[in-house]
């Protein structure tokens, strides 16, 4: 079956495909996902770049990517060599959103392109999904719930939901992360608001 989704470049013989979703469950991926945290050694807060870089990756503010010109966007060239692709309209807590989101789809979906595709793939990850793409529909949410275990993990959260009294604003703050992220962690941990 042709494969829709890849497009190549002339620089490099190197064809880029969609992401891949590993069809985990949202529980075993945010196990995952703390698991790595652990591995990191990441605490609350912590900055995003340094860890973009250990893995072998570039962040760009403002420079645009993608067949619709996607400033939220990722493409992998290989292991440990990718671009984040990040806008310069935003906040910093929003940046860090995306990043973690993008990052997400490097970790996640790019050893899936591999086994897919062969060494010689790349990959490219936009903003910009349409409803009917359901596997990069199911990708999408994929990055968005290891980003949200990332920055936020659960035993973390739980334990701050307490302290800060269920305060969107101070865990927030807190977590460097948007509020709207705080909201839908809570949400997603059956946590009530104040």
């Given at each position: 079956?042709p494969?829709?989704?890849?497009?190549s470049t002339?620089?490099?013989?190197r064809?880029?495909h969609r992401?891949?979703?590993?069809?985990?469950?949202k529980?075993?991926?945010?196990?995952?996902?703390?698991?790595f945290?652990?591995?990191?050694r990441?605490e609350a807060g912590?900055?995003i770049?340094?860890?973009?870089?250990?893995?072998?990756?570039?962040i760009k503010?403002?420079e645009?990517?993608?067949p619709?010109?996607?400033s939220?966007?990722?493409?992998?060239h290989?292991?440990?060599d990718?671009t984040i692709?990040v806008?310069?309209?935003t906040?910093p807590?929003r940046?860090?959103f995306?990043?973690?989101?993008e990052?997400?789809?490097?970790?996640?979906?790019?050893?899936?392109v591999?086994?897919?595709?062969g060494e010689?793939s790349?990959?490219?990850a936009?903003?910009?999904v349409?409803?009917?793409?359901?596997d990069?529909v199911?990708?999408?949410?994929?990055?968005t719930?290891?980003?949200?275990?990332?920055?936020?993990?659960?035993?973390?959260?739980?334990?701050q939901w307490?302290?800060?009294?269920?305060n969107?604003?101070?865990?927030?703050?807190?977590?460097?992360v948007?509020?709207s992220a705080?909201?839908?962690?809570?949400n997603?941990l059956?946590l009530?608001a104040?």
């Amino acid at each position: 079956m042709p494969d829709s989704g890849a497009t190549s470049t002339s620089s490099v013989d190197r064809a880029y495909h969609r992401p891949i979703p590993v069809r985990v469950t949202k529980a075993g991926l945010q196990r995952d996902t703390l698991a790595f945290v652990r591995k990191q050694r990441l605490e609350a807060g912590f900055a995003i770049e340094p860890l973009v870089n250990r893995l072998g990756g570039r962040i760009k503010y403002g420079e645009l990517y993608g067949p619709s010109q996607s400033s939220e966007s990722l493409r992998v060239h290989g292991i440990e060599d990718f671009t984040i692709y990040v806008a310069t309209n935003t906040s910093p807590v929003r940046d860090r959103f995306t990043i973690a989101r993008e990052l997400a789809h490097y970790l996640l979906h790019y050893p899936m392109v591999l086994d897919a595709h062969g060494e010689d793939s790349g990959m490219f990850a936009t903003r910009s999904v349409k409803r009917h793409e359901t596997d990069q529909v199911r990708a999408d949410w994929e990055s968005t719930w290891f980003a949200n275990a990332l920055l936020m993990p659960e035993p973390d959260f739980k334990e701050q939901w307490d302290v800060a009294e269920r305060n969107l604003y101070r865990l927030a703050s807190y977590f460097a992360v948007p509020k709207s992220a705080v909201e839908v962690r809570a949400n997603s941990l059956k946590l009530a608001a104040a």
